[in-house]
């Protein structure tokens, strides 16, 4: 079972270039959320699904977009990339048995902008 | 401000001794916590967690009290051992319009160290 994946792990953009970070997760959980992790600080929401075709913001969207078309994936694109960008972008899933829910997380994509 | 944080960034123990890392939470309708480890260069990974409506939960070798007229939360780690070496972070349940569970909301972290 190897729960929640993430592609790359590592990528170097320039300033404007575009790029998508891999979320997969086969558990079968319909919830699913992607968080940046800044040096020293704690992580914080950017985009969450609670399902195929339904997606939200969380508290730090700007500069990025998501999609759900499948319960297994759940891509988030930076199209035009910024330096504030530079951060450490972590998949997590849930399932949907109600409020008190345990997330999991991927392993984390490194990014850095140029 | 952060809703959810930790009062020392960094811990420094004897291997065998004792630990406990604090947090402090600001939201009072907050209802599930969790804690959670992160060794360098990887993903957070669930530890335990607690509901509001109890005050200590234990697990193995851990355990979580919760103090909800000061709003604080502690972790204890038993007998810390070198592999417990790590950033610890807690997290309360955020909720969404629909009322739904809808992400986490981390304080800082405490990065623990283990001192031979």
């Known amino acids: 079972n190897a729960g929640v994946t993430q592609t790359p792990k590592f990528r170097i953009l320039k300033i404007g270039q575009s790029m998508t970070l891999q979320c997969t997760q086969d558990?079968?959980?319909?919830?699913m959320y992607w968080y940046r992790q800044d040096p020293g600080m704690g992580l914080k929401l950017i985009y969450y699904?609670?399902?195929?075709?339904?997606?939200d913001k969380g508290e730090v969207p700007n500069g990025y977009n998501v999609s759900r078309s499948t319960t297994e994936d759940f891509p988030l694109r930076l199209e035009l990339a910024a330096p504030s960008q530079t951060s450490v972008y972590f998949c997590?899933?849930?399932?949907?048995?109600?409020?008190?829910?345990?997330?999991?997380f991927g392993p984390g994509t490194r990014l850095l902008v140029l | 401000g952060e809703s959810v944080g930790l009062h020392l960034p960094t811990l420094s123990v004897q291997e065998g001794d004792n630990s406990i890392i604090n947090c402090a939470y600001s939201?009072?309708?907050?209802?599930?916590f969790i804690w959670y480890k992160q060794e360098s260069g990887k993903g957070p990974q669930f530890i335990i967690d607690?509901?509001?409506?109890?005050d200590k939960r234990q697990g193995q070798r851990v355990t979580v009290l919760l103090n909800k007229t000061v709003k604080h939360l502690s972790l204890q780690i038993a007998a810390t051992q070198p592999g417990d070496s790590a950033v610890y972070f807690c997290a309360e349940n955020g909720y969404g319009a629909g009322g739904g569970a809808v992400g986490l909301t981390f304080g800082k972290g405490t990065h623990l160290i283990i001192q031979p």
């Open positions: 939201n009072s309708a907050s209802d599930y």
């Open positions: 997590a899933s849930s399932s949907a048995s109600g409020t008190y829910e345990t997330q999991y």
């Open positions: 607690i509901r509001s409506n109890m």
């Open positions: 558990m079968n959980h319909n919830y």
């Open positions: 699904s609670v399902g195929a075709g339904i997606t």
